[in-house]
């Protein structure tokens, strides 16, 4: 039973990943990019621009283009950027590090922001302290991850810069190995940034699921029986309120490329997100098809890890 | 003399609902504010008398060529080529709210579709509209949003398209349990073995019963639409310049955060206050849904 439903979500997996980039072959197939010509130079003759083409494997048809690229990915080689020559394997590994520093430390502190408030939400139903965390959740919650960034910028770097207490730099990366001290310091606000904004759905959605249980009669049972408050709440009540948590967690994986994507931007960290828009705007094909191959998988697999570790936690799932 | 007690609809119990619910109530005149604002952009430009592309480089820069702070002349203060801040919300609210509307309507109109066939049918056509709805959610949205628009060129109709195509999936997800549950009830059963055709089926059992929910999706969807369209604005991929969007005006004002926070704070709070708004009478319907339905 569990076999065959991790087998069918991988199948999933593998159509989404061809779907995925067959569509980018397709956007580059109704719009072609004119790297030739650039690359060539405006004095460029024809001959010249044709001969980058060729150089380029430009000349072929997009779906040859398309096959190619999936023979080689197959064998684990994403091909070469148009403008440097660099593989692209190469690009999408020196900026891994940065990415994942930020997804890693981000995710840590969304999940511990959201499910923290949202059980002290829910544990103290209608007193001023829920009514304040459901306030400010609502608030990250319709609050655009980029504007986040900025204010954050803003008020807490720029402005306790000015006032002497420079404790958040403005940006950019430094790599963990380089230092450690530093790496953490720059990582601070975007963390917040991203972790905030992911964290607000959560908080309502643990609030309600933990009222949700709480109101359940094994609940009141438990209670009767003389447990103290704080052991049904975490011990009886967090458990089963955790389920409808990690549903969504499965569907918000994919979310947070795109905050990824900001949030590298506005603090130019120098990450798969922020160089994947560089290669949008250079049209540079490879690259691009590099990454969105590369975050599609590491989606599609963070979200078959959510769903299989759901099916272990809730047996009834698997029967569907 | 018997006082005749008028049976109320459904809706009109979520309406007394919403009435007695004052944050819902304090969102919606927000948003009618708003609504306001982009419908009055013209007149704020005619008070202020300032033009809305019109860079007034002697009074609207300072001598050193930056943004000038609030005043009795610019309201808001000026942005880095000297124009009216404060009018270019206003026409900005246009944008975002005619994006937020249009995008959310198709979206909304692919997805009832999709998922009342899906569900109504069952079947291979259910089978296919499921597959595709898990395709689309799986999809980075924004790295093809991004791609999409870097090769047709920005523009307000692509930004449109692309985030309704995106955001349909979800609609359908929605509407199709709803219809799943909603099939197997005994009215629509009944329906059925009165000999009514699937269309009146629909239109008459299953649509009313989804329409409070879907209403309820739809309002919590605009804001969603609304961050998206201002998030490929900051991008540098929403309207080209220089259409006035909030989302633009804040990729402007990152060089010049430090210097001028007037141009980061206020078009950053019109776009936190509308989408807050549209979130919190959402909210406040779904509760009004909920509490009609007890």
Same mark, same amino acid.
């Given at each position: 039973?569990?076999?065959?439903?991790?087998?069918?979500?991988?199948?999933?997996?593998?159509?989404?990943?061809?779907?995925?980039?067959?569509?980018?072959?397709?956007?580059?197939?109704?719009?072609?990019?004119?790297?030739?010509?650039?690359?060539?130079?405006?004095?460029?003759?024809?001959?010249?621009?044709?001969?980058?083409?060729?150089?380029?494997?430009?000349?072929?048809?997009?779906?040859?283009?398309?096959?190619?690229?999936?023979?080689?990915?197959?064998?684990?080689?994403?091909?070469?950027?148009?403008?440097?020559?660099?593989?692209?394997?190469?690009?999408?590994?020196?900026?891994?590090?940065?990415?994942?520093?930020?997804?890693?430390?981000?995710?840590?502190?969304?999940?511990?922001?959201?499910?923290?408030?949202?059980?002290?939400?829910?544990?103290?139903?209608?007193?001023?302290?829920?009514?304040?965390?459901?306030?400010?959740?609502?608030?990250?919650?319709?609050?655009?991850?980029?504007?986040?960034?900025?204010?954050?910028?803003?008020?807490?770097?720029?402005?306790?810069?000015?006032?002497?207490?420079?404790?958040?730099?403005?940006?950019?990366?430094?790599?963990?190995?380089?230092?450690?001290?530093?790496?953490?310091?720059?990582?601070?606000?975007?963390?917040?940034?991203?972790?905030?904004?992911?964290?607000?759905?959560?908080?309502?959605?643990?609030?309600?699921?933990?009222?949700?249980?709480?109101?359940?009669?094994?609940?009141?049972?438990?209670?009767?029986?003389?447990?103290?408050?704080?052991?049904?709440?975490?011990?009886?009540?967090?458990?089963?309120?955790?389920?409808?948590?990690?549903?969504?967690?499965?569907?918000?994986?994919?979310?947070?490329?795109?905050?990824?994507?900001?949030?590298?931007?506005?603090?130019?960290?120098?990450?798969?997100?922020?160089?994947?828009?560089?290669?949008?705007?250079?049209?540079?094909?490879?690259?691009?098809?590099?990454?969105?191959?590369?975050?599609?998988?590491?989606?599609?697999?963070?979200?078959?890890?959510?769903?299989?570790?759901?099916?272990?936690?809730?047996?009834?799932?698997?029967?569907? | 003399?018997?006082?005749?007690?008028?049976?109320?609809?459904?809706?009109?119990?979520?309406?007394?609902?919403?009435?007695?619910?004052?944050? #819902?109530?304090?969102?919606?005149? @927000?948003?009618? !504010?708003?609504? *306001?604002? $982009? %419908?009055?952009?013209? &007149? /704020? =430009?005619?008070?202020?008398?300032?033009?809305?592309?019109?860079?007034?480089?002697?009074?609207?820069?300072?001598?050193?060529?930056?943004?000038?702070?609030?005043?009795?002349?610019?309201?808001?203060?000026?942005?880095?080529?000297?124009?009216?801040?404060?009018?270019?919300?206003?026409?900005? #609210?246009?944008?975002?709210?005619? @994006?937020?509307? !249009?995008?959310? *309507?198709? $979206? %909304?109109?692919?997805? &009832? /579709? =999709?998922?009342?066939?899906?569900?109504?049918?069952?079947?291979?056509?259910?089978?296919?509209?499921?597959?595709?709805?898990?395709?689309?959610?799986?999809?980075?949205?924004?790295?093809?949003?991004?791609?999409?628009?870097?090769?047709?060129?920005?523009?307000?109709?692509?930004?449109?398209?692309?985030?309704?195509?995106?955001?349909?999936?979800?609609?359908?997800?929605?509407?199709?349990?709803?219809?799943?549950?909603?099939?197997?009830?005994?009215?629509?059963?009944?329906?059925?073995?009165?000999?009514?055709?699937?269309?009146?089926?629909?239109?008459?059992?299953?649509?009313?019963?989804?329409?409070?929910?879907?209403?309820?999706?739809?309002?919590?969807?605009?804001?969603?639409?609304?961050?998206?369209?201002?998030?490929?604005?900051?991008?540098?991929?929403?309207?080209?310049?220089?259409?006035?969007?909030?989302?633009?005006?804040?990729?402007?004002?990152?060089?010049?955060?430090?210097?001028?926070?007037?141009?980061?704070?206020?078009?950053?709070?019109?776009?936190?206050?509308?989408?807050?708004?549209?979130?919190?009478?959402?909210?406040?319907?779904?509760?009004?849904?909920?509490?009609?339905?007890?």
């Amino acid at each position: 039973m569990m076999l065959s439903f991790v087998v069918r979500r991988v199948g999933l997996g593998v159509v989404v990943l061809a779907a995925a980039t067959t569509a980018v072959f397709a956007i580059f197939y109704v719009a072609p990019p004119d790297v030739a010509r650039a690359l060539a130079g405006r004095q460029a003759t024809p001959e010249t621009v044709a001969l980058v083409e060729k150089r380029l494997g430009l000349d072929r048809p997009i779906w040859q283009q398309y096959l190619s690229f999936v023979w080689h990915a197959l064998h684990g080689d994403l091909g070469y950027d148009y403008y440097h020559q660099v593989p692209v394997g190469t690009i999408v590994l020196e900026a891994l590090p940065a990415t994942l520093s930020l997804v890693v430390g981000a995710s840590i502190l969304w999940l511990l922001i959201g499910v923290v408030s949202g059980v002290v939400s829910a544990a103290r139903h209608r007193t001023v302290t829920d009514r304040l965390l459901t306030g400010l959740a609502l608030v990250f919650y319709s609050m655009p991850t980029f504007l986040l960034g900025l204010l954050l910028l803003f008020f807490l770097s720029y402005r306790l810069s000015v006032a002497g207490i420079p404790i958040f730099p403005a940006g950019s990366y430094v790599p963990l190995t380089e230092d450690p001290a530093n790496w953490l310091r720059h990582l601070l606000l975007p963390w917040l940034t991203l972790a905030l904004v992911l964290a607000a759905p959560y908080t309502r959605l643990t609030r309600a699921a933990m009222l949700d249980v709480m109101g359940q009669d094994y609940i009141r049972t438990a209670r009767s029986k003389g447990l103290r408050k704080r052991h049904v709440v975490y011990r009886h009540a967090l458990r089963n309120a955790l389920n409808p948590v990690t549903t969504q967690l499965g569907i918000d994986v994919g979310q947070l490329i795109g905050g990824v994507v900001v949030t590298e931007t506005v603090f130019s960290i120098d990450g798969l997100g922020k160089t994947a828009i560089d290669a949008i705007v250079q049209q540079d094909l490879p690259v691009i098809a590099g990454i969105v191959l590369f975050a599609s998988t590491a989606v599609i697999a963070a979200n078959i890890l959510v769903d299989v570790a759901y099916a272990f936690l809730d047996p009834r799932v698997r029967l569907h | 003399m018997r006082e005749c007690v008028e049976p109320s609809g459904p809706w009109r119990m979520v309406w007394k609902q919403l009435r007695r619910d004052w944050v #819902a109530v304090g969102a919606a005149v @927000v948003i009618l !504010a708003i609504v *306001g604002l $982009a %419908v009055c952009a013209p &007149l /704020v =430009a005619q008070v202020t008398r300032h033009g809305v592309d019109t860079q007034y480089r002697t009074t609207g820069l300072t001598a050193d060529g930056l943004p000038r702070p609030p005043s009795r002349e610019f309201w808001l203060g000026t942005d880095d080529l000297g124009r009216d801040v404060l009018v270019r919300i206003a026409y900005g #609210a246009r944008t975002s709210l005619l @994006v937020g509307v !249009a995008a959310t *309507g198709m $979206a %909304v109109a692919i997805g &009832l /579709v =999709a998922g009342l066939v899906a569900g109504y049918f069952g079947g291979a056509v259910d089978t296919v509209v499921a597959r595709l709805v898990d395709l689309v959610l799986s999809l980075p949205f924004l790295l093809f949003a991004i791609a999409l628009v870097s090769v047709t060129g920005p523009g307000l109709a692509i930004v449109i398209v692309v985030i309704g195509a995106f955001s349909w999936a979800s609609v359908a997800r929605i509407v199709r349990g709803l219809v799943l549950s909603i099939r197997e009830r005994e009215y629509v059963e009944a329906a059925r073995a009165l000999g009514a055709s699937s269309w009146r089926i629909l239109r008459v059992a299953v649509l009313p019963n989804i329409a409070g929910p879907v209403l309820v999706y739809t309002t919590l969807l605009i804001p969603t639409v609304i961050v998206a369209e201002a998030t490929l604005s900051f991008l540098g991929l929403g309207a080209p310049p220089p259409t006035p969007t909030w989302g633009a005006m804040l990729n402007e004002a990152v060089h010049y955060y430090q210097v001028a926070w007037w141009y980061v704070v206020f078009p950053g709070a019109a776009l936190l206050v509308t989408t807050l708004a549209f979130n919190l009478l959402g909210d406040g319907i779904r509760d009004a849904v909920a509490g009609a339905d007890r």
